[in-house]
Nanobody, 116 residues
Framework: QVQLVESGGGLVQPGESLRLSCVASGNISNITTMGWYRQTPGKQREVVAIITSADIRIYTNSVKGRFTISRGNAKNTVDLQMNSLKPEDTAVYYC??????????WGQGTQVTVSS
């Protein structure tokens, strides 16, 4: 079984920073991508940032230049450094893991709230 555990969410003021972390455990051979998605009430879940097994990074336009996705040396962790946070970044953030020829896996979500 595969488990994803996220941490690092919280309440911050506009302009501040947060760092989200996701640790994957279990049978996680042949990782193809790890990524962060977010969702607000009444809206579809959207991609924020993805990093591939070849270390290619993809960002949604609204976070380019502010967010940075990275993987740990052990390759089973993925972090999202979020700088210059805006109120519109408020959402539940989910970690997603994709494996070769297997179903995707999702974390339980962590709340990020940006408010003055």
């Amino acid at each position: 079984q595969v488990q994803l555990v996220e941490s690092g969410g919280g309440l911050v003021q506009p302009g501040e920073s947060l760092r989200l972390s996701c640790v994957a455990s279990g049978n996680i051979s042949n990782i193809t991508t790890m990524g962060w998605y977010r969702q607000t009430p009444g809206k579809q879940r959207e991609v924020v940032a993805i990093i591939t097994s070849a270390d290619i990074r993809i960002y949604t336009n609204s976070v380019k230049g502010r967010f940075t996705i990275s993987r740990g040396n052990a390759k089973n962790t993925v972090d999202l450094q979020m700088n210059s946070l805006k109120p519109e970044d408020t959402a539940v953030y989910y970690c997603r893991l994709t494996l070769l020829n297997r179903p995707d896996y999702w974390g339980q979500g962590t709340q990020v709230t940006v408010s003055s």
